[in-house]
């Protein structure tokens, strides 16, 4: 199924996920790389593909990235020179993405793919450590930076020279459970060069998400999600959760 649609250059861009066999787009048909999945007979793990389409509706070309686990794409974004990036997560043990095969830790680990106009892969990232984690939104600023956010539960998350630590989780008697951690939530910008220039990450001590991202002009990043835990800060002042176990935030990040 499709997870993200833009619409660039005259025509259109979709990436998503497919636990076929195989895939066709236009004349071109693509394996999946994922083992069978043997709880349903039949059916495969996630690849991901990325499409893109005329103004017509005619396929242009397609790409596949994928391994022998689930692997998916939740977020896309097309910079001003052309170029895609797509996030998302992969199980794989190893995330084979063309010319590049990122190697994954244990559980889930965040990608940022980069490609040409044209469909070649420019770049391959990969950041993870034992947990969940998982990049939900991208965004390519004008200024040839590229912002990623995402949530992670590993105890440390190293991104670039930054590592981002975690809060154990905490029960309802106030116990906590090392190493069991929550999910927090990060943002992160990278140069044009793709390297990453800072991370943040933000949370309580139970699980926090972030879905959609985006940046201005002037750098300024506004970023959406829920939060589980009883309260959450970003710098500033703690939103605090009401009665609720879901509250919804939105902050913005000044350059």
């Keep these: 199924g499709g997870r993200s649609v833009v619409v660039s250059g005259g025509g259109g861009l979709v990436a998503g996920r497919f636990r076929s066999p195989e895939r066709t787009r236009g004349e071109e048909t693509f394996a999946n790389m994922s083992k069978p999945d043997f709880i349903k007979e039949g059916w495969y793990c996630e690849d991901i ?32 020179d052309g170029h895609v990036h797509v996030a998302g997560g992969f199980k794989s043990a190893q995330l084979d993405v063309g010319p ?12 940022l793919l980069r490609f040409a106009p044209d469909g070649t892969v420019v770049s391959a990232k990969q950041f993870g450590a034992y947990g969940d984690n998982a990049g939900w939104s991208v965004f390519a600023g004008p200024d040839g930076r590229t912002y990623l956010a995402g949530d992670f539960s590993a105890g440390v998350l190293p991104m670039g020279d930054c590592e981002l630590g975690n809060q154990p989780w905490v029960d309802l008697w106030g116990l906590s459970y090392p190493p069991k951690y929550g999910s927090e939530v ?44 009883p309260s959450i800060s970003f710098g500033g002042e703690a939103l605090k959760a009401p009665d609720s176990k879901h509250s919804m935030f939105v902050v913005k990040f000044g350059q």
Excluded at 66 to 79: A, T, Y
Excluded at 198 to 206: H, N, R, S
Aim: proline share 3%.
């Design 100 to 111: 590049t095969v990122l190697s994954g830790s244990v559980g889930e680990d965040i990608f």
């Design 186 to 229: 990060f943002v992160a910008s990278l140069d044009a060069g793709g390297i990453v220039e800072w991370a943040a990450g933000f949370g309580g001590w139970d699980s926090d998400y972030v879905y959609s991202m985006a940046a201005d002009a002037q750098g300024n990043i506004y970023m959406t999600g829920e939060f589980c835990s």
């Design 49 to 80: 593909f990325l499409a893109r389409f005329s103004s017509e509706g005619e396929p242009v070309w397609a790409r596949v990235a994928g391994g022998n686990s689930s692997d998916v794409p939740r977020s896309l974004s097309v910079g001003p």
